[in-house]
């Protein structure tokens, strides 16, 4: 396999959309290949282009992580009345 295409794969498992939009996220690893391919230099350009705005509707097509960072930690504590705004 390509970089490029080793990496669409990898995002496509991360985002979790594989299932969700197959048809678009072979269209991205498509993509991905022609990307890699040596040769018209234009044709690469062109795929490349097409690559990122089909990654950009499967990152929309993406369920909610359901993971939480430290800003939802600091949210839910203060929904539960844990932090307190300081006044200045």
């Not at 990307?35 to 795929?47: E, H």
């Not at 949210?75 to 006044?87: D, I, N, S, Y």
Request: hydrophobic content about 45%; aromatic content about 0%.
């Amino acid at each position: 396999m390509s970089a490029n295409v080793e990496a669409t794969q990898a995002e496509i498992d991360r985002l979790r959309v594989g299932d969700v939009a197959p048809g678009l996220a072979q269209l991205a690893l498509s993509l991905a290949a022609s990307v890699d391919s040596p040769g018209n230099v234009t044709a690469q350009a062109n795929a490349a282009r097409e690559l990122r705005t089909v990654l950009e509707g499967l990152r929309k097509l993406a369920p909610v992580a359901q993971e939480m960072d430290r800003v939802d930690e600091l949210a839910k504590r203060r929904e539960g009345g844990l932090v307190r705004a300081r006044r200045a």
